[in-house]
């Protein structure tokens, strides 16, 4: 295609979109002429329109279309599918389903590699429900598709086709989480408990509970592989986690010495696996956000944020020194921030000028004269209020006036005024002004 006649495509497909319905029905006849690629998905899209007029148009040259090549309808799918809930939206989405049904394999291929979600996963349905698709074409779907609910959907449908044991074994080694997972509960139907013996240190918490269930089905409980793996070292950080899924609070002494683990993994693993045996308090956790690693510094803080209120005040503004790590003074703001409603102010406004939590800190202050203060009671004391005011007087807080007029008045600070503009002279008022002293002034001196 020339670049002039791209260009006058653009203009069409412009056209088709526009407010206008006379526009639009104009584009929709200008359309039928072009080439399928150009002019379906466009057609598509109004095939739904509010206008009978245009609709019609668009709906006969969809089905001479289709008519003519029934692969049409790949390009129709995306718009169809994704107009299917508006209230002239059920015609094309009805005829595309029937005609992707009728598609031969290859063309169903083509749709299962679409760019469109919606177009794979209805691809996928059609062809799981006929079996018109390899096994292999299914397990690809299922450890490489970016969509998660098409690779779960092809990893059911594979299991559910008959399969030798060595066929479901070699799932075991598969990429996808869905497939190893189905592998582990099937082959512990037939009474074949080791693969889920081995998933119990699956990375992937999917594959770690499909192999827990079979075990627990079974009668045999999970918790005495982990504190084995523990004892002898074996893929720590996982079995630290699911100690803490499958443990008791007895278990603690698994998990506590890994704290001075040299990996900083295995000591975010710990830290989980003792919070969730509910023996990891306060005094465990603080110690790790001044840890030099900042994934352990991130995990010590989402574990502390549920008592955040406990936590002593001056114990989390020590952390925000500026000596402190970049990860650990940003931890401490977190907690800060989620302690309480007074505290999470002053924190706010004591960092705002700060070069690493500045910005940080003037969002969330955003954020809470925004959406949070119409519905909060802030009670200061003299002292919180007195800092408060020194804050707000260095003018870095970044809010608009009319946000800092209600952060001051909910804090019972007295409004800023500002000055009185001049008032403008009025030119037209002194100008009759003028003219009337100006009769007057005639008028006496003829007297």
């Given amino acids: 295609m020339s670049e002039a006649a791209e260009r006058a495509a653009a203009q069409v497909l412009n056209a088709a979109q526009s407010a206008s319905g006379y526009i639009r029905e104009a584009a929709v006849r200008q359309l039928t002429a072009m080439p399928d690629d150009i002019a379906v998905p466009a057609l598509a899209v109004r095939a739904a329109d509010w206008v009978p007029g245009v609709r019609r148009l668009a709906r006969e040259d969809l089905r001479r279309r289709f008519d003519r090549d029934p692969e049409a309808v790949l390009l129709a799918a995306p718009a169809a599918l994704a107009l299917s809930r508006r209230e002239q939206g059920a015609w094309l989405v009805d005829r595309t389903m029937i005609l992707l049904a009728q598609l031969d ?6 749709a299962l590699a679409s760019e469109q979600v919606s177009v794979r996963r209805v691809a996928l349905d059609l062809v799981a429900a006929s079996g018109r698709v390899s096994t292999d074409t299914l397990v690809a779907l299922a450890e490489r598709d970016p969509d998660t609910r098409i690779r779960d959907r092809a990893a059911v449908t594979v299991f559910g086709r008959p399969a030798a044991e060595g066929d479901v074994r070699r799932f075991l080694r598969s990429r996808a989480a869905g497939l190893r997972a189905h592998a582990i509960a099937v082959l512990a139907d037939a009474c074949d408990l080791d693969p ?52 008791s609070p007895d278990d603690a002494s698994f998990a506590r010495p890994l704290l001075e683990h040299p990996t900083p993994r295995v000591r975010s693993a710990a830290l989980r696996c003792l919070s969730a045996l509910g023996a990891a308090g306060t005094g465990t956790l603080m110690p790790f956000l001044t840890d030099p690693a900042p994934g352990v510094v991130s995990c010590a803080a989402r574990l502390l944020l549920p008592s955040a209120r406990d936590l002593a005040l001056h114990d989390l503004q020590a952390l925000l020194d500026a000596a402190q790590p970049a990860p650990t003074r940003r931890a401490a703001l977190r907690l800060l921030v989620a302690r309480d409603r007074e505290t999470r102010l002053l924190a706010d406004l004591a960092l705002t000028a700060d070069p690493l939590l500045g910005e940080r800190a003037r969002d969330d202050l955003r954020t809470f004269v925004d959406q949070d203060l119409p519905r909060s009671y802030l009670r200061l004391d003299p002292d919180q209020l007195d800092a408060a005011r020194a804050y707000l007087a260095q003018d870095t807080h970044g809010l608009t006036k009319r946000g800092e007029s209600a952060l001051r008045s909910a804090i019972g600070l007295p409004p800023v005024h500002e000055p009185e503009p001049e008032p403008k002279p009025n030119i037209l008022l002194m100008t009759r002004i003028g003219g009337v002293l100006h009769r007057f002034d005639g008028r006496s001196n003829r007297r």
């Fill in 196 to 247: 889920a013996r081995v998933g119990l240190l699956d990375k992937t918490s999917r594959v770690r509970s499909a192999a827990r269930a079979a075990l627990q089905k079974a009668g045999e409980s999970p918790a005495p592989h982990y504190r084995r793996a523990l004892t002898t070292g074996v893929a720590l950080p996982v079995a630290l986690i699911g100690l803490g899924e499958t443990g």
């Fill in 105 to 110: 394999d290859t063309a169903l291929r083509r």
